[in-house]
């Protein structure tokens, strides 16, 4: 069985300010993992994967292995950035065939003030 | 709008009645994925379907759940006999399907928020 655990239900910091969003799993075999958003009155959206290693909105996230963490980081917050983040995992077979389902965290709700 | 759409975007029902919810996925994603989601948590999942074949559910959904997807288009969310704690945002997603590595995306609708009475 597969879990994700966010610590952090609220977040708050200042303009400017570096962030990070905590995210650690368990799975016994080899993950996929994400960061989704939502936006006050918008749909939940992918903001970033593990897979594609790619800074989005300026945000990144490394997939520590030993730790089994997925943090979100970043530098410097904007205000924009105020919303719901979700850390979520598909499970990978051995063979790199995904199963479909996303397992996602309780979420964490990031405020910047300005 | 070329997103996934949901139908209705809100139902208020008193506990016994049946509900019926259905999801339009994006044009030719072929895999379809409902969830749900309670105040505070996170959404969980519920069911998925590749084309026409329902693949996996998962434990929460009881015998009084029912998902359809008849023609590998559009689905249904079908709840029997609701309980009070049915009450919930109901969220469907789609992708396609991209290969063996699959670094498919899955693309939320604005879900269908459930009150039971």
């Known amino acids: 069985a597969q879990r994700v655990t966010q610590p952090e239900k609220l977040l708050s910091v200042f303009k400017g300010a570096p962030v990070e969003l905590k995210c650690n799993y368990s799975y016994s075999g080899s993950p996929e993992l994400f960061w989704y958003v939502q936006y006050s009155r918008q749909r939940l959206q992918l903001l970033l994967r593990h897979i594609s290693r790619e800074s989005i909105k300026g945000f990144t996230a490394d997939l520590n292995k030993g730790e089994t963490s997925f943090h979100l980081k970043k530098p410097f917050a904007q205000e924009e950035d105020s919303a719901m983040y979700y850390c979520?995992?598909?499970?990978?077979?051995?063979?790199?065939?995904?199963?479909?389902?996303?397992?996602f965290g309780q979420g964490t709700i990031l405020t910047v003030h300005p | 709008d070329t997103g996934v759409s949901q139908d209705p975007r809100h139902k208020i029902t008193k506990r016994g009645q049946n509900v019926t919810f259905r999801c339009d996925p994006i044009?030719?994603?072929?895999?379809l994925y409902w969830y749900r989601q309670t105040l505070g948590q996170g959404p969980e999942f519920l069911t998925y379907f590749q084309n026409e074949a329902q693949l996996e559910k998962s434990r929460l959904l009881s015998d009084r759940f029912s998902a359809e997807r008849p023609k590998g288009s559009f689905s249904t969310l079908e709840i029997q006999r609701t309980e009070q704690g049915d009450s919930a945002m109901y969220l469907c997603?789609?992708?396609?399907?991209?290969?063996?590595?699959?670094?498919?995306?899955?693309?939320f609708g604005p879900g269908t928020r459930l009150t039971v009475l």
């Open positions: 997603a789609s992708s396609p399907r991209s290969g063996q590595f699959s670094t498919d995306t899955q693309y």
């Open positions: 979520a995992l598909r499970a990978r077979s051995g063979g790199g065939t995904s199963y479909g389902k996303l397992t």
């Open positions: 044009s030719e994603h072929n895999r």
